[in-house]
């Protein structure tokens, strides 16, 4: 139903940045949120940062400041700006795609982003 493609991932040293594009295919509904989420070792996913089809966004507060979501809808493309970047960033990061009417939510494949000297 709908493909989400994840890229951008990366080694990068504390202090430098990363863009992370999340590519979505097949039958995408109007409305939606999608949003990045992510996963350290030993570690629940937690969420990063989530964005409407209407541009809303919403951010953890560990993130709040650094980190910048946004959307290209003719593109189905979400994206996550990460500066000033920490050790602690270090985790697979997940795209998410939800519709809540209908129900649905579909997970990206995970890009891994290592923030280390």
């Known amino acids: 139903q709908v493909h989400l493609v994840e890229s951008g991932g990366g080694l990068v040293q504390p202090g430098g940045s990363l863009r992370l594009s999340c590519a979505a295919s097949g039958s995408i509904f109007r409305l939606n949120v999608m949003g990045w989420y992510r996963q350290a070792p030993g570690k629940q996913r937690e969420l990063v940062a989530t964005i409407t089809s209407g541009g809303s966004t919403n951010y953890a507060d560990s993130v709040k400041g650094r980190f910048t979501i946004s959307r290209d809808n003719a593109k189905n493309t979400a994206y996550l700006q990460m500066n000033s970047l920490k050790p602690e960033d270090t985790a697979v990061y997940y795209c998410?795609?939800?519709?809540?009417?209908?129900?649905?939510?579909?997970w990206g494949q995970g890009t891994l982003v290592t923030v280390s000297s």
């Open positions: 998410n795609f939800r519709v809540v009417v209908p129900s649905l939510e579909v």
